[in-house]
């Protein structure tokens, strides 16, 4: 019997590349998926590899659930998975409409997904999970107090949005009071929608998490070495890597997993952590999300090509938990992939697995 899926914002990156997960799962399981993406870009929702395609209106648009219920109702939808973290948010929000029409959902509470970082930041601090010593801007004036209080460089941002928003690297109150000002004055934040916080110039760590109803089901970890078009940037961060690396490392999965704690303790669902190390190595939180990273389906993908192992095939994995069904062959709890391997991408260029040993997979 074919599995009947709804999953929106598929046109993303991310969407994209579950979807792509999906069905390499479905080939080697012999399993049959009828897939329904939706996108609001009409452009991006070509590309996913799903059966029918539906553009939708924003998720912050009225009319967003009653289009997903309208696409539940026709194709007797069975489980829905909304991709990008503002549209999670949303239906998270309403996941009981969803459940009273028989439709499975494996998704965090929306309090979980694309918190503020000052929220984000003050949770973990209470349960003493290490973060950057920030100060958030009540006003200007709050500018030399946290060069006076936390030295310089430091690190401003913006608390919502993702991708790296609005933030940049500044030397002086001068520079930063700058920042601050053109944002506000173009109307893209308020003074008080920035924090500042210590710079910490070290490795930039990724880690992503599936969890059951509290238990771990599995992890792993990564450094990110690269960002597309970096020099184009002010900031130098553009959301997601080109490079990156596996990395098993303890303390690394301690400082996630525990951060993923601090912010549920019983995490349902796939949970992301951005680290960030200092110059002596230490790593700190810079956020904990109920959401997705872009490329966590894609490492899934790529292992999964290589080995022909369903194990590692996080989307797959996701969506049969999500089912309810037993999982016949459990992953590691952490380290799901081995050290020292490369995904490798660029706009145009494909998708290559690359290893320490100068072994070279194509996997797009
Ligand atoms: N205090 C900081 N110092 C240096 N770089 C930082 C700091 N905080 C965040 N970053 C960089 O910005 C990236 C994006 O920040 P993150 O906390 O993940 O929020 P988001 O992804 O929502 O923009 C991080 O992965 C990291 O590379
Ligand atoms: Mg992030």
Request: aromatic share 10%; charged share 25%; with cysteine.
């Amino acid at each position: 019997m074919k599995r009947r899926i709804l999953v929106t914002g598929s046109g993303g990156i991310g969407g994209v590349n579950f979807i792509r997960a999906l069905r390499e799962g479905e080939k080697l399981e012999n399993d049959e998926l009828f897939i329904v993406g939706t996108d609001f870009n009409s452009y991006h929702l070509q590309f996913p590899e799903v059966d029918i395609r539906y553009k939708t209106p924003r998720h912050n648009d009225p009319n967003f659930i009653k289009v997903l219920l309208d696409i539940v109702k026709k194709h007797k939808i069975e489980f829905l998975h909304p991709h990008p973290s503002v549209e999670a948010r949303v239906v998270s929000h309403k996941v009981k409409i969803f459940q009273r029409r028989g439709v499975k959902t494996y998704i965090p509470p929306p309090k979980d997904i694309a918190p503020d970082k000052l929220t984000i930041h003050t949770i973990l601090d209470k349960k003493g999970v290490t973060v950057p010593k920030t100060i958030h801007l009540e006003a200007l004036e709050d500018i030399d107090r946290a060069f006076n209080e936390l030295g310089s460089p430091l690190w401003i941002r913006a608390v919502t949005g993702a991708g790296g928003r609005l933030s940049l690297l500044v030397k002086t109150p001068k520079e930063a009071r700058y920042w601050v000002l053109l944002n506000y004055l173009q109307g893209r934040a308020k003074i008080r929608d920035f924090i500042i916080q210590e710079y910490l110039p070290g490795r930039d760590i990724a880690f992503d998490s599936l969890w059951f109803k509290g238990k771990l089901i599995t992890s792993y970890a990564r450094q990110r070495l690269e960002y597309p078009f970096k020099h184009i940037s002010l900031s130098g961060i553009t959301g997601t890597p080109t490079v990156a690396k596996i990395i098993n490392e303890s303390k690394i999965n301690r400082l996630g997993t525990n951060a993923v704690r601090a912010l549920n303790e019983e995490p349902h669902g796939f949970y992301s952590v951005d680290i960030k190390e200092d110059n002596s190595g230490k790593p700190y939180v810079t956020e904990v999300d109920g959401k997705w990273h872009t490329t966590a389906p894609l490492w899934g993908y790529a292992f999964t090509k290589i080995t022909s192992d369903n194990k590692y095939n996080l989307a797959y994995l996701y969506l049969k938990l999500g089912y309810g069904e037993e999982i016949k062959d459990y992953p590691p709890e952490y380290d799901l992939y081995p050290e020292g391997y490369y995904l490798v991408r660029q706009l145009d260029c494909g998708v290559l697995l690359v290893n320490e040993k100068g072994m070279k997979w194509r996997i797009l």
